[in-house]
Antibody, heavy 123, light 108 residues
Framework: EVQLLESGGGLVQPGGSLRLSCAAS????????MTWVRQAPGKGLEWVSA?????????YYADSVKGRFTISRDNSRNTLFLQMNSLRADDTAVYYC???????????????WGQGTLVTVSS | EIVLTQSPGTLSLSPGERATLSCRAS???????LAWYQQKPGQAPRLLIY???SRATGIPDRFSGSGSGTDFTLTISRLEPEDFAVYYC?????????FGGGTKVEIK
């Protein structure tokens, strides 16, 4: 059974940093693209970033986070990360870790989602 | 960036009725790389349809997807009580990947 368990959310001040983790199990983690999607309170889904399978060289970012967020993976630990710097109030959201059914993030849908971790950016 | 516009914003229907949800793209979604997700309050989204018309594993056949190019539709043939939720379309044909704003299907 595929399981995705996010952690690392919490309250952070504007301009601060946070690192989210997603522990994956139930599949061969290194073979699949992984994605972060966020949802602000009471709002819709917003795609944040995606990373191809393998060594994680190919990454994609939404314009709203480019230059501030970095996606990465540790295949030896079956874990996906999202390093978030220069956080702003509008980054406040539940952050979902999600899996694609293939190696490539582009041209593949999301087939499994974690339960999410809440990030609150506020002074 | 491909912008996805969903309509209507809210659909008020009774159990047993047919629901038709629309998703319009600002540019062609190549290879029909479009998915639909269902989200209930306090839960993560769930994949319903991918490649515009393929049902995901375990999804009842009352859910169907259609369309190509810039116009896509999710149809729920007969609404069950558990189908009242928010539905999102999602294009994964080009970066940045994008989601529509959602359609809420509520009980009339």
């Amino acid at each position: 059974e595929v399981q995705l368990l996010e952690s690392g959310g919490g309250l952070v001040q504007p301009g601060g940093s946070l690192r989210l983790s997603c522990a994956a199990s139930g599949f061969t983690f290194s073979s699949y693209a992984m994605t972060w999607v966020r949802q602000a309170p009471g709002k819709g889904l917003e795609w944040v970033s995606a990373l191809n399978g393998g060594s994680g060289v190919i990454a994609y970012y939404a314009d709203s986070v480019k230059g501030r967020f970095t996606i990465s993976r540790d295949n030896s630990r079956n874990t996906l990360f999202l390093q978030m710097n220069s956080l702003r109030a509008d980054d406040t959201a539940v952050y979902y870790c999600a899996k694609a059914p293939s190696y490539y993030a582009i041209s593949n849908q999301i087939d499994y989602w974690g339960q999410g971790t809440l990030v609150t950016v506020s002074s | 960036e491909i912008v996805l516009t969903q309509s209507p914003g809210t659909l008020s229907l009774s159990p047993g009725e047919r629901a038709t949800l629309s998703c319009r793209a600002s540019q062609t979604v190549t290879s029909s790389y479009l998915a639909w997700y269902q989200q209930k309050p306090g839960q993560a989204p769930r994949l319903l349809i991918y490649a515009a018309s393929s049902r995901a594993t375990g999804i009842p056949d009352r859910f169907s997807g259609s369309g190509s190019g810039t116009d896509f539709t999710l149809t729920i043939s007969r609404l069950e009580p558990e189908d009242f939720a928010v539905y999102y379309c999602h294009q994964y044909s080009s970066s940045p990947l994008t989601f529509g704003g959602g359609t809420k299907v509520e009980i009339k």
